[in-house]
Structures are given as structure tokens and as C-alpha cells.
């Protein structure tokens, strides 16, 4: 099983009020370790250097830290840090600059190992199980009836690792090597066991990371944070669940966004869902070596045609001239439009257009209920602290007041 290796949020989705008719954009990153297997094995003896401390205390690290040579190029070296005990002795081995280190140990995560507690991190589950998958290997399950906004998973990583590609591969596997057998065993053992991307076996750390990494921003620099309980979760292109990293707890969250029976597969998107048929064919073929083979892909360009519906639909609804043709009608058909594809993981922007409709007619009622829908959608997806919703930004309880309010005429 495989997933994509990014995000704070697969994509950053942003609203067309303020922005393009289409209102996503797919923030997308580069991963660590992908590299043409078909190139030569560049055989390079690594510089294990351990990191200068005049000390021996090395707190919140157990091991005193293993470091490559200076890199121009980012104007630091990488070292290996481990803490055996963080995250209720799970475990954590990150390959990162000294300094990167430094705001991690002083991160809230390690000066208060209850702050995980506080956000039930790590608690084994029984909502889930695996088991294999025809065609895409192991899977998880619902153990239980899952309802919409209820967590799958919330865990901290095991490794975590600097998003470079200047390190020649074989030098760069002999420090993940490191990193990984310092690990705890169960841990280690769990690293392992995932699927790697691509068959090499003198860089068997790189092709897990490639195939199970999640994009994890640490002070500004690109790192990927391997999870082991997500990374068993397949992709479908309407999936019934979402997920979103918290770079400052350190932690990565799944979260039902419909309802999900028991025994039900639980999936989360690899690829940008709003993107069409081909689009999403060759980023997942290209990223993770599949076809995906879901529902929606089963119809192919059919079903390009609800997403065509959306741009169109949008466009429409973020008309204000007096020639709009914007109404009610429109904006319930574009909500109904994307419940119909499964994208209920995506809908605040949907939500917020109706919203703005409804306010612009002078309908507080219905305003109210799109507007609620639309901060609920956004909590969901980004996770509690409420994000920029744009042009519905300040319409909660200032329905008269907000620049929308009986703009267009009832149709």
C-alpha cells in the first residue's frame, strides 16, 4: 500500500472568490529518495561524524548524534537524533540539521510529553484492522461504525527526514540505516514492514519513505515524516476519509468525513480528487507506480463532466455584476454536485458559495446554515483553528452587516 509522500493538506484548497473559478490549487512536494533506480549504485563511504558536544548529555536525544560532512548547499550538516522514549517510548529517529533539532527537542511535544496525552496520540485503536486488499496489498478496515468528524488515527511519526537530494543515495541510506536501527524494536519492526516504492535493494529505507512519507514542514524546510498506522490506508479518488499533519505537535490526524460502516474499507486521497480522470491517472501513476481503479475511475472522462459542472457552477457564483446569473438554484446544485462525487472532504468552498448566495438574497436562515457547514468543512479538513475562508471571512452573526448582504436580487 502506498501513500503519497505530502501536505500539510493534499492540496491547499483555495476559495474562487478570491481566486480561480476551479478554487484549488494542489500544493504538491518533492520526495526524499526518489531516484531512478536505473542509475548506478553511486558506492560513497558516508562521513559518520558524531555531532561536537563537549558534553555527554545529549536530552531529549538517547544517542549521541551521528553527522554527515558540511553541505554547502544548505549551509549545515544532517545529523541522525533519536529519542527512545518520546511519544510514550514509541520512538522517534530524525534526520535534520543541528539547529532543526534544536526546535524540535524544544518543541511542545518534548517539553510536555502529556500535550500527546492531552490529544489521545498514539492510543492503540480498535475502530480499525488491516488485512490484504486484491490488487493493493494490505488495507484498513473499520472495526466499528465510524461517524463523519470522528479520528481514525492521530499518532506521531518514527522517522522523520530532510527533504534533500544532494547526498549521494547510498551515503544517505547509511544515515537512515542509522536512524531506523535506533529505533525501538516493535517500531523498527513496523517501519519495515511497510512497502517500499521501488525494488532496490541497497536502498531499502528510501524506497519505504518514497512509497510512505507524509510532507511534515519543520521551521520552514521540507521534511517527510513516515506514520505507520496511515500509511496503511489505500487511496480512492472520493475517499471517505481525510487527513492533515500538525508540524507543531509533531502528529498526523485521520478523520472519518462520512459515514463509515463496519468492515468498510477507509481511504484517504493520494492525488488532487478535483483534478480530472487523466490528471489524476498519470499523478498516481508517475508518484506511486498504480492505476487507480476506484469507482469514479471506473466511469473514466464520464465523469469529468461533475467536475465541469463545479468550475461552471463556481464561475457563475462568484459573478456579482448585475448580469449574474447566480442564484439559489445554482448554488444548491453545486453543494448537491459535490456530495454526489464524494468529495465531502472538500466542501467548504461549496458551502461558502451557498452561504454568500443565501446572504446576497437576504435569506439569514439559509446563510446560517451554509455558513456553519462552511466552518465545520474547513475545521475538518485543516484541522480545529479555523482557516481564511475568504470572501465568507466575518458573515458568522454579521449577516447584515457583511459586504454580501442583498447584493443580488431574489430569482
Not at 484492522?129 to 493493493?136: F, I, S
Not at 463496519?262 to 491517472?281: C, F, G, M, V, W
Not at 472522462?301 to 438554484?329: V, Y
Request: glycine content about 6%.
Amino acid at each position: 500500500m502506498l501513500v503519497l509522500p505530502a501536505l500539510a493538506a493534499i492540496f491547499v484548497l483555495l476559495l474562487c472568490l478570491k481566486t480561480s473559478p476551479s478554487s484549488f490549487v494542489e500544493a504538491q512536494q518533492d520526495s526524499l529518495g526518489r531516484i531512478n533506480v536505473h542509475e548506478l549504485l553511486q558506492l560513497v563511504e558516508p562521513n559518520l561524524l558524531s555531532e561536537d558536544n563537549n558534553t555527554n548529555d545529549f536530552a531529549p536525544w538517547s544517542y549521541k548524534p551521528i553527522c554527515t560532512r558540511f553541505i554547502d548547499s544548505i549551509g549545515s550538516k544532517l545529523c541522525v537524533y533519536t529519542s527512545s522514549t518520546f511519544g510514550n517510548y514509541r520512538g522517534l529517529s530524525v534526520f535534520t540539521t543541528p539547529e532543526i533539532s534544536r526546535k524540535i527537542a524544544a518543541s511542545v511535544s518534548f517539553r510536555s510529553p502529556k500535550s500527546l496525552a492531552d490529544h489521545a496520540l498514539n492510543v492503540v485503536e480498535s475502530r480499525w484492522y488491516t488485512k490484504p486488499t486484491p490488487g493493493k496489498g494490505l488495507g484498513m478496515f473499520a472495526g466499528d461504525h465510524i461517524r463523519p468528524g470522528e479520528r481514525v488515527t492521530a499518532n506521531t511519526p518514527i522517522l522523520i527526514a530532510y527533504t534533500e537530494g544532494f547526498l549521494p543515495k547510498a551515503e544517505r541510506e547509511e544515515y537512515l540505516r542509522i536512524a531506523v536501527d535506533q529505533l525501538p524494536g516493535p517500531t523498527k519492526k513496523s517501519l519495515l514492514e511497510l512497502s517500499t516504492l521501488y525494488d532496490d535493494r541497497e536502498i531499502p529505507i528510501q524506497g519505504i519513505i518514497s512509497g510512505n512519507a507524509f510532507d511534515l514542514q519543520i521551521d520552514g524546510n521540507g521534511h517527510l515524516a513516515v506514520f505507520p498506522e496511515a500509511s496503511r490506508i489505500n487511496h480512492a479518488c472520493s475517499p471517505n476519509s481525510q487527513f492533515r499533519v500538525d508540524s507543531s505537535l509533531l502528529s498526523h490526524y485521520v478523520v472519518a468525513v462520512r459515514s463509515i460502516d463496519k468492515d468498510e474499507e477507509i481511504t484517504i486521497a493520494y492525488s488532487n480528487p478535483l483534478e480530472d480522470h487523466a490528471q489524476r491517472q498519470q499523478h498516481l501513476k508517475q508518484s506511486f507506480d498504480f492505476t487507480c481503479r476506484c469507482l469514479r475511475c471506473s466511469q473514466g472522462q464520464e465523469a469529468d463532466a461533475a467536475l465541469n459542472e463545479i468550475a461552471e457552477l463556481q464561475l457563475i457564483l462568484s459573478d456579482w455584476t448585475p448580469s449574474s446569473e447566480a442564484s439559489i438554484k445554482k448554488a444548491e446544485k453545486l453543494v448537491k454536485t459535490y456530495q454526489d462525487l464524494g468529495l465531502e472532504g472538500y466542501m467548504d468552498p461549496a458551502y461558502c458559495h451557498a452561504a454568500l448566495m443565501y446572504n446576497s438574497v437576504g435569506s439569514i436562515r439559509g446563510a446560517k446554515k451554509y455558513i456553519d457547514l462552511a466552518i465545520e468543512a474547513n475545521k475538518l479538513r485543516l484541522g480545529p483553528k479555523l482557516s481564511d475562508l475568504g470572501a465568507c471571512d466575518n458573515m458568522v452573526d454579521e449577516f447584515q452587516s457583511h459586504w454580501s448582504w442583498r447584493r443580488r436580487k431574489p430569482v
